[in-house]
């Protein structure tokens, strides 16, 4: 299956799972589905693989957790 996704670099794979550690909620940017900007406080809860793509799972404040592809990650 091809995708459009673009590997994001090692280092920040390895700064995605540190934060993933420390748990405490960090401000991100992102471009959504419709690729508009987003800036929220979020909460890294996990780092996936699906179909050859990268994914965070996060949480803002207590809403139901969702998924960011890591190559949509601005910030």
Avoid: G
């Avoid at 471009?31 to 809860?45: C, H, S």
């Amino acid at each position: 299956m091809m995708t459009d996704y673009k590997p994001v670099t090692c280092e920040l794979h390895s700064h995605l799972e540190d934060l993933i550690v420390i748990a405490r909620p960090v401000s991100m940017r992102w471009l959504d589905e419709d690729q508009k900007r987003v800036n929220e406080t979020v909460k890294i809860l996990d780092i996936f693989t699906r179909n050859h793509e990268e994914f965070i799972q996060v949480q803002i404040n207590t809403e139901t957790p969702f998924e960011i592809r890591l190559d949509r990650i601005l910030t």
